[in-house]
């Protein structure tokens, strides 16, 4: 898989037939390799080995429904009282982190209503509280570490 903007971690893969399978410990089961899912894995384990995010208070592909659609968010962190605090949306390598990709994370943000908003896609990473008031993003210099975010 591609090199990406974080300290790589391993990964456990499977092959079946020309496939390869992640194990996503989140999820606790295998799921399909695609570009972003290597992304998503990637920054999941970085929240937990670098910036202390229990690991069991994360949760990858989180399900929810909007405006009476199913929507998945990518990664979802809560803090120890159950609230979500972060969410982050994960994109493939080649793709563009642009208006609409902050437009898809500020619609889950309705539902969920976190103050960290995250995008990545392995190569940039822009963090971000959405000011509802203004309709505006202020990006933050850098990710805030699990205490920070719950406090």
Not at 30 to 54: C, D, G, I, K, M
């Amino acid at each position: 898989m591609q090199k990406l903007n974080l300290p790589e971690y391993k990964i456990k893969v499977k092959k079946e037939g020309d496939k390869l399978f992640a194990l996503d410990i989140f999820r606790k089961k295998y799921v399909s390799l695609t570009p972003e899912e290597w992304v998503r894995q990637q920054f999941a384990h970085y929240l937990v080995n670098e910036l202390n995010y229990p690991p069991n208070l994360i949760v990858t592909e989180y399900s929810m429904s909007l405006n009476n659609l199913s929507k998945r968010s990518d990664i979802v962190a809560f803090n120890r009282n159950g609230e979500a605090v972060v969410i982050v949306e994960c994109k493939a390598t080649t793709v563009n982190l642009n208006q609409a990709v902050f437009d898809q994370i500020a619609s889950y943000n309705m539902k969920l209503d976190v103050k960290y908003l995250i995008v990545t896609n392995g190569l940039k990473h822009y963090c971000c509280i959405l000011d509802k008031e203004n309709s505006n993003y202020i990006f933050l210099e850098k990710i805030p570490d699990y205490n920070s975010a719950c406090g």
